[in-house]
């Protein structure tokens, strides 16, 4: 059974994604809708999100900022591949959907065959970004979620991520690592968040193995 989480204050909208699901999974699929960013976390808080597919995120809801339900509801399923469908489908805003955690990319303007073939893309383990102002999508070719090998992954760190990859390399909790900084945690999980997404890893020790592979060297 294939079960899907929808997010989208638009019930028109919501209907649109419904029907794409069920052209792809028949009667075997669940979808749970939410229209509101508390909707949204309350079932993704609790067990409702143990076996959840995907989730299909609008970033302009009520109650959220830039990209911050994205991050949350990144941090409360990190095994939940989630993909923004958006009506803002500016490069830097595709770019930024991925660096936090989205598996991929939907513009609203797609049709109906492309959103299908979008979600069918994410849910065989690839991501997903559409061709947007001359470039292409790195994300789907060859080994899934991985770019390039020769792009110089550290240098697309801004100067908040690498302050606080250099506390990630000395061992230190995000707690302590927002302490010493004087900021705050859900801002340290969110440089966290697109530390790994930018090096292409899952874990805060692969990222700091593969920052050292790199180059990088903590003080």
Known sequence: MFKALIVDDHPLFRNA???????LFG??????????????????????????????????????????????????????????????????????????GASGFIPKSFSSDGIRDALQRVISGQLFMPPVGGFADPYTAGNAGKAHADEPKLSALTHGELRVLELLAKGKANKIIAFELGIKESTVKAHVTAILRKLGVHSRTQAVLAARELGFRSA
């Open 17 to 23: 994604l419904r029907q794409v699901i069920g052209s």
């Open 27 to 100: 009667d075997s699929h669940e979808i749970l809708e939410a229209g509101t960013v508390d909707e949204a976390e309350s079932l993704v808080g609790g067990h409702a999100d143990q076996d959840l597919d995907v989730i299909l995120l609008d970033l302009h809801l009520p109650g959220s900022n830039g990209f911050s339900c994205l991050i949350e509801l990144r941090n409360r399923a990190p095994s939940v591949p989630i993909i923004v469908v958006s009506a803002s489908a500016s490069g830097d805003v595709i770019r930024d959907s991925l660096t936090y």
